[in-house]
C-alpha cells in the first residue's frame, strides 16, 4: 500500500492538478449540470466571503481522525501546509513542526477562542501547544489563513499564516459523551463529557470533561501520557452572551531519539534512546569512556557519546483560562471582550553524561541531594546526572474590539494586551550509581548546581482598525492597519557559566512597528464564484528566552546587538479564485511575500548541549507559491479531496558577518524545512451508517542546511520526498436503548510501514554538513475506538 517516493506521486499530483484546474475552468459549466443527490457537508470550508486564502476544519473531520489526534495533523491536508511529528497523533511536542508557505512554527500565530498561545514551540516562552490546551474531542473547528491573519488576532509572531481553534459550546441537553480507545504499543484512551443542558429559565449551559491517555513509545522504552480537564460555559445575558472556561493539562512523554544520516546508515530509523530502565549499565560505561577521554572504543554498535541520549523526556503541566462578553448595543454595534490567564511549568529532561553526580563535591564541597531528604555519597555518585531546563511562564492578558455597522461600512478596533512572566533555568541532580533513584516522567527535585536562570518580562500592546466596506452586491473591500509593541526585559537571578559564555546580565530589546496595513477585495462572480486578494504587513517580535532569540547569544553578543537588531517583518501578496456550490469546493491561489530582516541563531556545538549561539540579521527571503484545493461529492454518499500545493522559498543573502566575509553562501538557496511541493487527497464514504477515509499525504524533499549542502557544492543537504496511507473506517448505531448514538472506528496510519524522516531541524539548522537533527517517522499503527452519547 506505500506509494514509492519517486515520481508516482508526483504523476499523480499533476494529474489531479490538471483535473482541478478543469474542474475551475468549467465551473459554470458543472453548475448547470445535474449534480449527484448529495451535498457537502460542513466538514471542509474554503473561506466564502474572505478576502484571503481562509480555510475552515470542521467538527466531523476532527471526530473521524484517531481519537486524541492533534488538530494540527488534522489540518495538514489544507493547501500550503505541511506537518511532521515522529508519533502517529502528530501530540509528540518535541517533533511537533508545522510550516505553511515556507514559515515554520515560531513565524505563524496561534489561538484559542481568540486565546493567545504564543508560537506552540517546544521550548514556549509566551504560550502553550493545542494538544495541552484543550482535548482534541472538544475541538469544535480550527480556521488556517494561509497567507495572514486577520488584523485582530492576538499574535505578535504570524508572519505567514495563523491558526485559530474554537472549542464545541456546551449542548441544550442533559447528556454524556464518552470514548474509548486501544491500539498498537499498549495505546490507551478515555475521555468522557458530561452536558448539563440548559439550567433552568437561566439558559445555563456548561461541560465537564476529563481525558486520560497513555501509550509505549514504538521503539525503545519509555511512555507518553497526558491527563486534561476541561470546563465550559455560556450564560445568555439578555441579547449578551458570557462564555468562560478553564483547561488544566499534565503531560509527561519520554523522547524519541534524534537521528543523522550517519547514524540512520549505522543504526537504521529503529534507533532509540537509552532507557535506566533496561540500559543503565551501559549508559555508566558510556559516561565513563567520555569522561576519560575515549581512550578506549565505545560499545559497540555505540559510535559517539550523542549516538543515543538516555532518559530524555519533556514534562509540562498547564491551566489556561478565558472569559468571553459579547454585548451587543442594538442592530448595529456590538463589544467583544476576552480576558484570559496562563500559568505553566515545564521540564525539559536528560540523562547526561556531559556532567557526572560526582562533581558536586567538587561545585558545592558536599555530595549532591538524592531528592529524598539524603545525600548521594562520592563512592555512590554516578558518572551521569540529571540536567533539566526549565519553565515557569505566569502570563494575563485582554483583548477588545468594538463593531459598528453603518451603511455599507462595517468598522472594526481594538486593543490586545499581554503581560508575560518567563523563568527560564538549567539545573542539575544527582544520580546514585548503583541504581537510578530518579523517574524521567516526574519533575525533578533539589539540584545540587543551577547553571543559570533568568527572569524575563515581555510586555506586547496592539492596536487595530479596519473597514469592510460593501462598495455594491458584487465588491467588498477591506483596509485597515495594525500597531504593535512588544517589550522584553532580562534580568539575571544566576550565571554559573564561564565568564565568555554568560548571558546578559541585565536588558531590554524592544520590537515595534506602528503601521502594519492590510487591504484585501472579494469580488463575486455570480452565486458560486468569486476572486479574492489581499496585501498584509506582518512584523514578528522578538522571543524572550534563554535558548532562543536574542537573549540566547553572549553578554558581548547581545550588546553588540541590541541597538542594531531588527525584527523580522513579511509583507504578502495573494490572489484567488473560489467556487462554492452544492456538489464542489475549490480555491486556486498564488502568492509572493517578501520576507525581511530574517533573524538567524547560529548554533555552536552539538545540539544537545545548549551553547550559546551567535544571532544576526543575516538579510531577505522571497517565496513565490500557487495552491489548488478541491472537495467534489461526486456521487451519493462519496466525496474525493485533494490539494496541491508548490512553494519557492529563496535566501537572497549571503550570511556575512561584521567585516563582510561570507560566512555562508546562502544566496539562491532554498529555505531549510520548506518543501517545494505537496499533495494531499482523500477519498471519503459515507452514508450515515458506515463511513471511511483513505488518505495519501505526499511531502517532496526538504533541505536541512543552509548552504543546502552536506560538502560544500553537492546540494546534498536534503532528506527524501515521502508518501504514506492513512486509513479510517467505522459503523455508527442510533438509538440504542439509553444511548443516542453508537460508533466503532478503526484508524490505520501509515499503512505501508513507510520508513522515513518525519521531522527536520529538532537541534536546529546548520550551514552545511551532517546533524542529529531528524526524527523518524511512526511506522504503522492502529488504533480501535468505540464511542457513545447517551
Known sequence: MTAPVNMTPLTWAFNVAAAVAAVLSAANVQAAVEAPDTTLEEVLVFGRGQSRQVAEIGAIEMREAAPGTSALKIISKLPGVSFQSADPYGAYEWSTRITVRGFNQNQLGFTLDGVPLGDMSYGNHNGLHISRAISSENIGSAVLSQGAGSLDTASASNLGGTLEFFSVDPASEFGANVEFTGGSDSDRRGFARFETGELGSAGTRAYLSYTNQQTDKYKGLGEQKQEQINFKIVQPIGDARLTAFFNWSDRQENDYQDLSFDIISRLTYDWDNLSSLSDWPLMVQVAQIYQGGELVPYPSPIGTVDDAYANASG???????????????????????????????????????????????????????????????????????????????????????????????????????????????????????????????????????????????????????????????????????????????????????????????????????????????????????????????????????????????????????????????????????????????????????????????????SGIVGNPSVQQNVGDVQTRGAEVGARWAFAENWSWYNSLSYNDSEYQDDVVNALGVVLAATAGKTVVDAPKELFKSELGFDNGAFFGKLGLDYTGERYFTYTNDLTAGDGLGKVDSYAVFNLGLGYRLENLGIAKNLSVQVNLTNVGDESYVSTIGSNGFGNSGDRQTFLAGAPFQWFLSVSGQF
Open 315 to 605: 514534562l509540562r503541566k498547564d491551566k489556561l483560562a478565558g472569559a468571553t462578553l459579547n454585548l451587543p448595543f442594538g442592530d448595529s454595534v456590538s463589544w467583544d471582550t476576552t480576558a484570559y490567564a496562563h500559568r505553566n511549568d515545564g521540564q525539559g529532561v536528560w540523562f547526561t553524561p556531559y556532567l557526572s553526580t560526582a562533581a558536586s563535591f567538587a561545585i558545592n564541597g558536599v555530595g549532591a541531594p538524592d531528592g529524598s531528604g539524603g545525600t548521594i555519597s562520592l563512592a555512590n555518585s554516578a558518572p551521569i546526572s540529571v540536567r533539566t531546563t526549565e519553565y515557569y511562564i505566569d502570563r494575563r492578558g485582554v483583548t477588545t474590539a468594538l463593531t459598528w455597522a453603518v451603511g455599507e461600512h462595517t468598522v472594526n478596533g481594538g486593543l490586545w494586551y499581554d503581560d508575560n512572566d518567563f523563568n527560564q533555568a538549567r539545573r542539575f541532580y544527582g544520580l546514585e550509581l548503583a541504581a537510578p533513584q530518579r523517574d524521567s516522567l516526574e519533575f525533578m527535585r533539589d539540584p545540587f548546581f543551577t547553571q543559570w536562570q533568568y527572569a524575563f518580562n515581555t510586555k506586547t500592546t496592539q492596536f487595530f482598525l479596519q473597514d469592510n466596506w460593501a462598495v455594491n452586491d458584487a465588491l467588498k473591500i477591506n483596509f485597515g492597519f495594525k500597531s504593535l509593541e512588544v517589550t522584553n526585559d532580562a534580568t539575571v537571578i544566576v550565571d554559573n557559566r564561564s565568564a565568555a559564555n554568560q548571558g546578559p546580565p541585565s536588558g531590554q530589546i524592544k520590537a515595534e512597528e506602528s503601521f502594519l496595513s492590510q487591504i484585501g477585495f472579494n469580488y463575486a462572480l455570480n452565486e458560486e464564484s468569486e476572486l479574492f486578494g489581499a496585501v498584509t504587513q506582518n512584523m514578528r517580535a522578538f522571543a524572550a528566552a534563554v535558548t532562543v532569540g536574542p537573549f540566547s547569544t553572549t553578554a558581548a553578543g547581545f550588546a553588540a546587538i541590541r541597538d542594531s537588531l531588527q525584527p523580522e517583518t513579511s509583507t504578502t501578496f495573494e490572489v484567488g479564485y473560489r467556487y462554492n456550490a452544492a456538489a464542489l469546493q475549490a480555491v486556486a491561489a498564488v502568492y509572493f511575500v517578501d520576507f525581511k530582516d530574517r533573524l538567524l541563531g547560529i548554533a555552536v556545538g
